[in-house]
T-cell receptor
């Protein structure tokens, strides 16, 4: 089982739609969780961190369920500019002394928002 | 510039050729990572440096891959005797601290390697 698994996608939605991305992780020792965004042929960039209590940043809402080892990202009122690949990222213990330095990425889910 | 800089941006190599990819992280960033991203996949961890120490090289696919960061700043990823399956984008990333909670991972634009 892969350490971080995401919805395979792709998602095609009209402008204004609400879209949800789901992600599960396998290592219960994981401590930090993030969503990164990657535009076509560009580098990944941090979209938002995910906190246990859930957090919101404008149209974006992230949720974490540690018991289920599940992370989600909700985008409301989607814009054309939201078209990108969304990467679920989990901080996992590395191979060196158990230190949690390592970020493990999911495969990503491609979102296309259509006019 | 203030970001992570990688060179070359594009590299075409003949099978069997050696290549070297350079990463210049953000000044003062302790942590440096190399990731490999194949088409349609997420970035896959290759190796991690804390300053000049290579603490984790568990993701390097074979002994043809070698990375170094001798002075704790610039890093080089070297691939010997390249194979077609090495074709991918190689992403370098740096972070101010050491733990996964210690801030954002900043990526360079990547080096796109094509092996013919």
């Amino acid at each position: 089982r892969k350490e971080v698994e995401q919805d395979p996608g792709p998602f095609n939605v009209p402008e204004g739609a609400t879209v949800a991305f789901n992600c599960t992780y396998s290592n219960s020792a994981s401590q930090s969780f993030f969503w990164y965004r990657q535009d076509c042929r560009k580098e990944p960039k941090l979209l938002m961190s995910v906190y246990s209590s859930g957090n919101e940043d404008g149209r974006f809402t992230a949720q974490l369920n540690r018991a289920s080892q599940y992370i989600s990202l909700l985008i409301r009122d989607s814009k054309l500019s939201d078209s990108a690949t969304y990467l679920c990222v989990v901080n996992t213990p590395g191979d060196s002394g158990g230190s949690n330095y390592k970020l493990t990425f999911g495969k990503g889910t491609l979102l296309t928002v259509n006019p | 510039g203030a970001g992570v800089s990688q060179s070359p941006r594009y590299k075409v190599a003949k099978r069997g050729q050696d290549v070297a990819l350079r990463c210049d992280p953000i000044s003062g960033h302790v942590s440096l990572f190399w990731y490999q991203q194949a088409l349609g996949q997420g970035p896959e961890f290759l190796t991690y440096f804390q300053n000049e120490a290579q603490l984790d090289k568990s993701g390097l696919p074979s002994d043809r891959f070698f990375a170094e960061r001798p002075e704790g700043s610039v890093s080089t990823l070297k691939i010997q005797r390249t194979q077609q399956e090495d074709s991918a984008v190689y992403l370098c990333a740096s972070r101010r601290g050491t733990g996964g909670h210690t801030g954002e991972l900043f990526f360079g634009e990547g080096s796109r390697l094509t092996v013919l």
